[in-house]
Structure formats: C-alpha cells, structure tokens
C-alpha cells in the first residue's frame, strides 16, 4: 500500500484517486499525526507528501513525523510537500517573485526513474507562491520551468523525490505516467488491489472484529448503507439485524420502498422505527448547520441504543460511511478546519454504549457501486443517487417545519422524475431541490402570493470531493419550473445553483 500524508491540500484526494485507478491501495493520513498510529506500516511501500495551502517556514506550518524518513520506503514529495523534503534535508525555502497557478511548460529528464517515458517538454500544472532557493545535499536537479529552477529533485541513493507541481490533476498532460513511475517503478507496488480482494480482507477483518457477537445496521435504503448491510451479511449471516429508521426527512416514498426491497432480503431481521416526532422535535427552530447534523448523528444513536436493548446482546453498530465523510470530517492539527461534519463521522458522540463496524469507511463512491456489483446487488440501489445522511434536514435552510418539508418532498420527487424522464439519471452525480428559507412574491391567477424559493441543483462528480454542475437543458428546466410551480402548493420561484466544487460543497449545509 501506499500512504499519502495530508498537509491541506486540496488535490490530496485526487492522489488517492490516481493511485487506485491503478489497482494499488492507498490511505490518506493527517499529515503532522505520530506515524506509529498508523496500522498500515507492516504493508507500506512509499509515502507521498501532500501539498498545502502553508509556508513551510511560517509557525505553526504543518510538519510530518521524523520517523517517516527512517522507515526506509520512497518518498515523493508534491509541492508543499517538496519544500518539507527540501527544509527538513538542508535545503531551502523562499516566497517567489513570480507565483505560478495554472500550466506551467517544465523541461524534465527522462533519464530519471520519476520522468521515465515523458519527453523532454511536458506541461503540468503548477500551484504554488513559494520555491526551493537551494537544493538538499545528495539531490540532483530532474526538472526546472521560466519560474522554477527546481521544478524537480532526487536523491536515487536514498529513494527521495520531489516535484514542485502536481501530477495528480489532469490538466498536468502526462501526471498518471509520472504517479505510475514513482508507485510501480521506484515504490516496487503491484496491481493486486480489486473489489474481489477487497471482499475476501474485509469480510476476514469483520470476523475478526465482531467475533461471535452480534451488528445492528443503521440502513437508510441508499448505496452506502445497503451495500455495507449485504457486505456485514455475507461475513456473520442472520447476526446481522438491520433497523431503517423513518426521521421523517427522507424522500417521498421512502420508507414504503425501504419495505419492499429490504424485506425480501432479511426478513424478520428488518424492523422499522416511527420516530419522525422525536427528530422533528429536537430540530424545532434549529437553524445552524453543525447543530443540525450533530442533534441527528445523537438521536440516530439514542434510537440504535434503544432498539439494540430490544434485541439484547447487541455489541456493534454498522454504518456506511465512505472515504469522502472521513476526510471531509477530520482536520489535520493545528492547521484547516474540517470542511463539515458528517452525522456519522463528527456527528456521534464521543462516548458510545455500541461498537462500529465501518467496511466502507476506506472507499470513494465510485468503489461503493463496483464493489456493490461484486455483491450481486440490484442496479436499482447500486445506480441510485448519493442521498445525505442527516437527508432532507440539509436541503431545508433554516429552520425545519412540517409545511417546509411537505413543499420540498414534492419539489424533489418531480425534480427526480424529470431527471429519469429526460434520459439523465444515471448519468448525473446528484439532482435534487433545496428550500430557502426566505418567501419571494408571485402571481398566480392575477392573485398576489408570497411563498417559498426552490433551488435545484444537479452535479456530476467521481467521488464527492469535487464537482461541476450540470449544463441541463433549456427545456428540462423549464418544465422542472413549471411543474413545481403549477404542482408544488407554497412554492412559486425556482431558481438554478451553477457553483461547482470547491469553492461550493454539493449540499447547500
């Protein structure tokens, strides 16, 4: 495996992202955490510095464990990443005259195992306002662009590289062939990472967790969920007992299907909770964000406790978080906030009476469904849509109401058909309505009305950490309009959300 060190930067996921597309296994890790933490080492083949938003000499700038650099694998070192390798060996670091964003012309070596294959020119995309002054001892210069004269380094004798941009974005023309050369050539790694392996570990390693006990599912009926309840069946068979909570912030029709999918599946072993009052309650005239998703990751546990009473001897919890919540949940120390809470990562409390059993908490959503494939589930769930966890709770800005969610429920459900109509659902990340929590003034029937705005968004994205909207079709907008109008009783504006990801997140909260 591979383990990258995250200092903040905002393509770290893509590393993750370009090193399995090659079958190899990859963990992003906080960058300045104590390595022995880390249970992976027994595997480790090579480690890659991260880049980040820091000086590398400013204080408080994040800083990896010097234990890093005895454990005798490569180490490739991108941008931010770079200058630690460059100030911890005895180089140096300086602020640029000339920062450069954006693609860059770098003559490179291809002479060096990092550069094998490339030509002499590549363009690749530079980010950065800081750039070596000085190489370590033992480096030698592989690269150099018009502004970096150190564009890249190596120590061969000690298996160190660095480079100034980052091969991980794809507007860098030939980044795969240089991340291949460090993970294949230099690390030594193989191809032997697949859905198939991932079953055989995962379902040894869940044995081994929960042993003879007993898991209660917390199934919501989305991909995450379903496929880690058939992932937790297929290790500990009828000891799994899935309970499918109705909140009351779930999509129209929900809870009906959850029953006739589900039930089929595990029978007995399938119990849904009424428990939209105790939720709607405890969010009445809640209107922060975090609070929100923190009062629902406390009250799905209060609710689990409960029914795990009922069912005696009931040891552990599964859920189905997936990679994107971790990292999207965890900051590095002493350096970028946590971008949200997850209701199932920053959400639970700190102390719980049940275990978790996480067999997704390492993939994106892509490997979710073809590890799902691999688990002979229906494309009904495989294909369907990411649904948020806290669900409606984050699509319903402001405070939560049972008028409010009624006029969303409506306008989502026809935003969906329309969606499945047009040819569009399985093609699109996520298309959903959102409802503001401000009343705009129409005219209906040479009538004044003053109600509610509906925000439609649709997203295409490959794992959740970034996302483009969707250029729907003139057409396909305006019938969404019109029909949640004409259809939707207290909404009469909708309007369209164009922000990609970053600087947006696809939920609105």
Not at 265 to 281: H, M, T, Y
Not at 408 to 418: G, S
């Amino acid at each position: 495996m591979i383990l990258i060190l995250d200092f903040g930067s905002q393509y770290t996921q893509l590393i993750a992202r370009r090193i399995r597309e090659e079958k190899v296994y990859c963990e992003i890790y906080p960058g300045n955490k104590p390595i022995k933490s880390f249970d992976g080492l027994k595997d480790l083949k090579g480690i890659i510095l991260s880049g980040g938003y820091e000086s590398v000499y400013a204080k408080g700038a994040p800083w990896p464990d010097t234990e890093i650099w005895n454990l005798g694998v490569p180490i490739l070192g991108i941008c931010y990443g770079m200058q630690l390798i460059a100030e911890h060996l005895g180089g140096k670091v300086k602020p640029s005259k000339h920062r450069e964003f954006g693609l860059a012309s770098v003559d490179v070596k291809n002479g060096c195992a990092l550069f094998k294959g490339l030509k002499a020119k590549e363009i690749l995309w530079m980010s950065h306002g800081d750039k070596l002054s000085k190489i370590p001892g033992g480096f030698k210069i592989t690269a150099k662009s018009d502004n970096s004269p150190y564009a890249a380094i190596e120590d061969v004798k000690n298996h160190i590289y660095g480079v100034q941009f980052h091969p991980e974005v794809k507007h860098s023309v030939n980044g795969k062939k240089i991340i291949q050369n460090f993970i294949f050539n230099i690390c030594g790694s193989k191809r032997d990472w697949t859905m198939k392996s991932y079953i055989v570990d995962e379902v040894k390693r869940i044995k081994r967790q929960v042993g003879g006990g007993k898991v209660l599912c917390a199934l919501s009926g989305g991909v995450d969920s379903s496929v880690a309840a058939v992932m937790i069946h297929k290790a500990i068979g009828k000891r799994l007992f899935c309970v499918y909570v109705d909140h009351g912030l779930q999509k129209l029709g929900e809870t009906e299907r959850v029953k006739k999918i589900f039930g089929k599946k595990f029978g007995a072993n399938l119990k849904i909770i009424d428990a939209k009052k105790e939720f709607l309650s405890k969010l009445k005239n809640v209107t922060d964000p975090e609070k929100k998703r923190k009062i629902i990751g406390h009250t799905f546990i209060e609710v689990f406790d409960r029914e795990a009473k009922k069912l005696k001897s009931i040891d552990y919890l599964l859920q189905g978080t997936i990679y994107p919540d971790v990292i999207e949940s965890v900051s590095i120390k002493g350096s970028k906030a946590p971008i949200k809470s997850h209701h199932n990562v920053g959400g639970l409390p700190e102390k719980m009476k049940m275990k978790l059993v996480e067999p997704l908490k390492f993939l994106f959503k892509d490997e979710v469904r073809i590890l799902g494939r691999e688990l002979a589930i229906p494309e009904e769930i495989i294909n369907r849509q990411p649904f948020p966890g806290p669900g409606l709770a984050v699509r319903c800005l402001g405070d939560i109401t049972e008028e409010k969610l009624k006029i969303l429920k409506e306008a989502d459900n026809i935003v969906t058909q329309e969606i499945i109509k047009a040819g569009l659902y399985e093609k699109i990340w996520q298309s959903f309505a959102i409802i503001l929590p401000v009343k705009t003034v129409g005219v209906m029937g040479d009538a004044r009305t003053y109600e509610h705005v509906i925000v439609l968004r649709a997203v295409n994205s490959e794992d959740a950490m970034t996302a483009d909207w969707v250029k729907l079709p003139y057409e396909l907008l305006g019938k969404i309009s019109s029909r949640i109008i004409n259809e939707v009783k207290g909404a009469n504006r909708v309007v369209y959300d164009i922000s990609n990801k970053p600087p947006a997140t696809i939920e609105w909260e």
